[in-house]
């Protein structure tokens, strides 16, 4: 079973890595899960931590579309 902290710390890199390929609003919003993620992993609860990966999981490059 894979530890969540160490999950939750690679979810935080990766979305730290594609913070200048999001939209302004995007960026806003994934700077913020970034700093309530740091937080959950200093407070060390389990659930705050698990909902934190969820919500960095869900923050994705949008794929540019082709003309």
């Known amino acids: ?27 806003v919003e994934a700077r913020k899960t970034i700093s309530y993620a740091d937080q959950n992993l200093c407070r060390n609860v389990y659930a705050d931590m698990r909902e934190s990966l969820e919500d960095l999981r869900a923050i994705q490059v949008k794929p540019e579309s082709s003309p």
Request: glycine residues 4%; without cysteine.
């Open 1 to 27: 079973m894979p530890n969540i902290i160490v999950e939750l710390k690679a979810e935080i890199t990766r979305v730290k890595k594609i913070l200048t390929r999001l939209d302004g609003p995007r960026r």
